[in-house]
């Protein structure tokens, strides 16, 4: 498969290309800015920071670390536990952030945008409704996104019912927010829209096909060594995928079919042997170097 150059290069050309006017008047082209929207899970909302305040993306030596060619980051926090990625208030604030004006354009520009599981989907269904779009000097890099929904939920519904005696399964439930205890026996609405079946969600890859720069799908539900390692392969033989999968979405739902995917790190489109979770940045990379195992590396 062909090789891509690393990622600092390509987006300082996006850069220089952003910035042609200051470059014509001889100053130094702007590193790109950089967003990251999260996925589900994160139960609070509130403004945006400048640093991954919520260790969502591994903290200051994680995502942050792992991309010199953000000039500045933006971290979004919304709750995506209460709220699927069809709520029009998270695609509406996620486009505000990402557009960063305050004349009425609607253009994100000069900017690469970072995401991450449902982030993905609130992204690419805010771009399909048109409350922002991307202009070409901004770039989109996807990471472990469900474009095909999860049958993950409707098998964690049984954690929920107490189906289930498992402890790693009960502490996974509780770590990412499962379950809704004002319903008992029921998920959150969040992970309720990452259903195959749910409506709309067959809409976003058609957006992501013709948006996406990059993307990493995970294949691997033990992934590096961490604390969700037994958990999500726990839930991975729970589910029976029948295929490559992360723990929580399997490769055929996160591939886009029109790019060709490679195991090294240097390919735009990676599948790498880590699993939902890894591809966050936030458990760095595989011991030893073995390149379809560098999550962070694959990011820089």
């Known amino acids: 498969a062909m090789r891509r150059p690393k990622r600092p290069s390509r987006l300082l050309v996006l850069a220089c290309a952003a910035s042609a006017e200051a470059a014509a008047a001889s100053a130094a082209p702007a590193l790109p800015r950089c967003v990251f929207i999260h996925g589900v899970g994160l139960p609070g909302s509130g403004p945006p920071t400048s640093t991954d305040v919520d260790g969502y993306w591994g903290g200051a030596r994680g995502a942050e670390a792992w991309t010199p060619f953000c000039g500045e980051r ?52 805010a771009l399909r409704q048109r409350r922002c779009s991307l202009a070409p000097t901004s770039q989109w890099i996807s990471i472990d996104a469900p474009w095909g929904g999860t049958p993950a939920g409707a098998w964690v519904r049984k954690i929920c019912s107490n189906q289930t005696t498992s402890s790693v399964l009960r502490w996974l439930a509780t770590e990412i927010l499962f379950c809704d205890p004002s319903k008992p026996g029921s998920l959150f609405h969040a992970y309720t829209t990452l259903g195959p ?82 591809g966050t940045c936030r458990f760095g990379n595989g011991d030893f170097g073995f390149p379809g195992r560098q999550p962070c590396r694959w990011l820089a």
């Not at 505000?96 to 269904?125: C, F, K, P, Q, Y």
């Not at 058609?206 to 990493?216: F, G, M, N, Y």
């Not at 999968?245 to 790019?259: E, I």
């Not at 990676?270 to 890894?278: G, L, P, R």
């Open 74 to 125: 933006t971290f979004l926090h919304q709750d995506t536990v209460r709220n699927g990625w069809d709520n029009e208030a998270l695609q509406r604030e996620a486009c505000d952030v990402l557009v960063n004006n305050t004349w009425g354009g609607r253009r994100v520009e000069g900017t690469v945008v970072i995401t991450h599981s449902m982030g993905n989907l609130i992204l690419a269904e």
């Open 197 to 278: 079946d749910y409506p709309g969600l067959s809409r976003l890859r058609e957006v992501a096909e013709a948006h996406v720069s990059a993307a990493l799908c995970g294949a691997s539900p033990y992934g590096l060594t961490s604390a969700y390692s037994v958990a999500l392969e726990a839930v991975s033989e729970a589910v029976g995928y029948g295929e490559d999968n992360d723990g929580l979405v399997g490769f055929s739902s996160c591939r886009l079919p029109s790019k060709t995917y490679d195991s090294h790190f240097n390919a735009s489109f990676y599948q790498a042997f880590v699993n939902h979770m890894d």
